[in-house]
């Protein structure tokens, strides 16, 4: 099978490395941090959406001095700070000697190298869909074209979900990550571990 993994908040515990990274911004530009809850809520929205939705008071320019920053704290303190969930990193090694596996992310291609390598597992995923202009479930249908076999989606948020919906696939929402379980009900399956990942997908056989 191909197995399509979001990244944030599904493999990546984004917030190890985004909530410092944050803090760190808004200390050097003089800002009072928003609250962590609210840091973590919106993991997994593009960019260029997430930023403004965090310092709505703020004006453009002050909101790309605080991406400078972070992305700069992020480069710099990935592989001291970011962590992976819980058995992702034996779980990716199982799957990927049985399975073809791939990344689709709605961060960037850099955020989402520096994370695959920082964490030691670019080398399971053939494919990789990160951001590029389109949505995700555009990538996914153009994922397919490439690699034909039955597809999953696995990921910790709705837009994961109503991707797969749209390219006609299985979905599997984690609840480990940033979305909850009303969020993720529309999903085929769902999760609460990377074991209860793993046998859910061996069951799909």
Known sequence: MLLIFDLDGTLFKTHSIVEPAIIHACSQLNLTPPNVKM????IGVKANEYYPSLFPNENK??????????????KKKLPEFGT???????????????????????????????????????HFFKYKYP?????????????????????????????????AKEANIQSIGVLWGYGDKKELEQANF????????????NSIK
């Open 61 to 74: 320019k002050t909101i790309e001095s605080i991406v400078k920053f972070v992305r700069k704290f992020i």
């Open 39 to 42: 840091i973590h809520s919106l």
């Open 84 to 122: 992976l969930y819980e058995g992702i990193f034996d779980g990716i090694k199982l799957l990927s000697k049985e399975h073809v596996l791939a990344i689709c992310t709605n961060g960037n291609e850099d955020h989402q190298n520096n994370i695959l390598n920082a964490m030691g597992i670019n």
């Open 131 to 163: 951001l590029d202009g389109s949505d995700k479930s555009t990538r996914i249908k153009k994922l397919q074209k490439v690699c034909t076999l039955p597809s999953i989606m696995i990921g910790d948020k709705s837009h994961d979900i109503n991707a």
């Open 190 to 201: 769902l999760v609460h571990s990377t074991s209860e990942l793993l046998n859910v997908i």
